[in-house]
């Protein structure tokens, strides 16, 4: 299996697409690309992710989408079947991990803890999801995790914004940040495209001072 971190594209950057219509996710996600954008993760949070899945991936074939909030075996049959190129889920259960695990695409499934990071390991994945990273430990519990953890790479997810990203990407075991601070509903809701490229770019500059493009 692929890992997340060979077939991301962009800068070490994960931003979230939660959008109501599939014509709103092409709409964002194409803000998304002007502002130097490679990867997005949808989010399965509404009722029209899957089409939002499917329409990004027709309407901007270089961009490499993804689907997060995977919690199920089923959510990760529809996302792969979506379209989806890539999984990510909040949490970790074993009969998940196979489910993810069997979609043969690459993931990044939602850990917190040793526990769940050492559970991850015993199925051979060495990329996860930090989540909630703030919330979780942020840049202190990352750090302590890369001493036990030595060959684990995360993707930190929730609160993350333009303040913290550096020193988030700048952590040798961090091989992308993710989150929502750059599609923030009041810009979607105004559709604000502008200023959502304009936040994707600044992140972009960031994200590429610290990890390769
Ligand atoms: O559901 C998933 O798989 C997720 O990816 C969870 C989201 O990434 C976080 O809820 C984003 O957190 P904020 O950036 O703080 O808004």
């Known amino acids: 299996m692929m890992t997340l971190s060979s077939v991301v594209r962009g800068p070490a950057l994960l931003p979230i697409i939660q959008a109501d219509t599939p014509t709103q ?14 990867s997005v993760e949808v989010v399965l949070r509404t009722q029209q992710a899957l089409g939002a899945i499917t329409a990004i991936r027709s309407a901007l074939p270089e961009l490499l989408v993804g689907a997060g909030t995977i919690l199920s075996a089923a959510d990760a049959k529809a996302a792969t079947a979506a379209g989806a190129q890539f999984l990510v889920s909040p949490a970790s259960t074993p009969h998940l991990l196979e489910a993810m695990l069997a979609t043969g695409v690459p993931i990044a499934p939602g850990v917190a803890t040793p526990s769940e990071i050492a559970m991850a390991c015993e199925f051979g994945l060495t990329e996860v999801k930090f989540f909630p990273a703030h919330l979780s430990g942020g840049i202190a519990m990352l750090k302590a995790l890369s001493g036990v953890f030595q060959q684990v790479r995360f993707c930190p997810t929730g609160g993350i914004n333009q303040q913290n990203l550096a020193d988030f990407i700048a952590l040798p075991n961090v091989f992308v940040a993710g989150g929502s601070w750059l599609t923030p509903d009041k810009l979607v809701h105004t559709q604000d495209w502008a200023q959502i490229s304009a936040l994707a770019e600044q992140a972009t500059v960031l994200a590429n001072q610290y990890k390769a493009a």
Do not use: E, W
């Not at 996710?25 to 490679?38: E, K, N, R």
């Open 25 to 38: 996710a092409v709409q964002i996600a194409t803000a998304l690309q002007q502002g130097g954008i490679g």
